[in-house]
């Protein structure tokens, strides 16, 4: 059966915090998949002016067969489209009504401390140097209580996008059943299971996440602020969550039960900052903190980098030339920014463009050119 050439296949749309990473890097190891643009294109949330056919365009793999002539699906991850307007959604619906949709939920309550964490590692602070007003201003702020709204996010989709075009995965389930999760997210992209079901145990263990601790957990919140957390998030996400298990079927009373002291955490590798690499791939980790400074610090330069150019003007089909690229931390955004070929980094330093390109396959992106 023919396949229609110019469509996008399947849109991750969230939630933040909950695993789309590791999503992202699972799916990318399947050769029927691709993430033309990187996981997160913010298209459709950050372009002044969105089209459908330009995302499309966008989009569109090198090619649509595998070596073995079995067809590849294209699309991408940005958790940002769970608060999609619905003329943003419709637009994408009507351009590509075979899309597939996948939504992984978490605990509104640990995804909202997940998220505040984030911000401390790009800011360089640590939990026990933050005031507790700062995290319940932050629990409270509009963007975080809209994020783990997933009611609303999920009836919004379905009301331009049929209700089986749109799976909802679950947090905790990649813990306890990464392959029954990946087995269902492979069967509704309609990719071979048997390439997911290869994966060994270790690469399902991989944690891919902004942490404050080097096997890439969360910090616990200290027991006091995490009953005030908890009391709040609850008068904040409570009537949602009975919304959620109407919508769905599924019981969340773990949701609503008041937090615990954490249970000590099962063998797992860790990549404790986006782009980093896995624990047994340390020295090398160790090497590229040496050449160009730590990850973390870059977590905050490179977003002020992107943000500043896009504000500026610089558009995909723009073409940029970085001089003194180093590893790419920098340049990693620009390249997913920018449509394939746009980007051209120059470095002199030869263990340092090693690193760059180590850089760009880890993110899925060696095929931007």
């Known amino acids: 059966m023919a396949l229609p050439m110019d469509t996008v296949d399947f849109l991750g749309i969230g939630a933040q915090k909950a695993g789309t990473t590791w999503l992202f890097r699972q799916l990318s190891r399947h050769p029927q998949v691709a993430f033309p643009r990187g996981k997160e294109t ?16 966008l989009l569109q793999p090198a090619t649509r067969r595998t070596a073995d002539g079995r067809p590849v699906r294209t699309g991408e991850i940005t958790p940002a489209y769970a608060l999609l307007p619905e003329a943003s959604i419709r637009a994408i619906g009507d351009r590509c009504p075979d899309l597939r949709l996948f939504m992984i939920l978490r605990n509104p309550i640990e995804r909202a401390w997940s998220a505040a964490v984030m911000e401390l590692v790009r800011a360089g602070k640590r939990v026990d140097e933050t005031s507790d007003a700062w995290f319940l ?3 409270e702020a509009p963007e975080s209580s809209a994020r783990g709204d997933y009611a609303t996010s999920i009836e919004r989709w379905r009301s331009v996008v049929p209700g089986d075009r749109l799976l909802v995965l679950f947090h905790e389930d990649l813990a306890a059943r990464p392959r029954e999760v990946l087995a269902s997210l492979g ?7 048997a390439d997911l079901a290869a994966l060994p145990d270790a690469t399902l263990r991989e944690v891919v996440t902004p942490s404050l601790f080097a096997n890439g957990d969360d910090p616990p919140s200290p027991p006091p602020l995490r009953a005030s957390l908890f009391e709040r998030s609850l008068e904040i996400h409570g009537d949602g969550i009975a919304r959620v298990e109407r919508l769905l079927g599924r019981d969340l009373g773990a949701w609503r039960a008041p937090p615990r002291d954490p249970a000590p955490a099962g063998p797992r590798i860790a990549v404790p900052l986006r782009g980093a690499r896995p624990a047994h791939a340390a020295d090398r980790s160790a090497t590229r903190h040496g ?3 730590p990850a973390d610090l870059w977590e905050m330069k490179r977003k002020f980098q992107i943000d500043f150019l896009r504000r500026a003007g610089l558009r995909p089909g723009h073409r940029l030339l970085d001089l003194g690229c180093g590893t790419l931390r920098g340049g990693i955004p620009l390249i997913e920014h920018l449509e394939p070929g746009g980007y051209v980094g120059v470095e002199i330093r030869a263990e340092v463009l090693e690193e760059g390109r180590r850089e760009l396959e880890e993110r899925g992106l060696a095929d931007r050119r």
């Open 137 to 139: 201003e932050h629990f």
């Open 42 to 57: 913010h298209y459709w949330d950050r372009h002044a002016s969105p089209r459908a056919d330009e995302w499309v365009r």
């Open 187 to 193: 069967t509704h992209l309609d990719i071979d299971a």
């Open 291 to 293: 050449l160009v400074g």
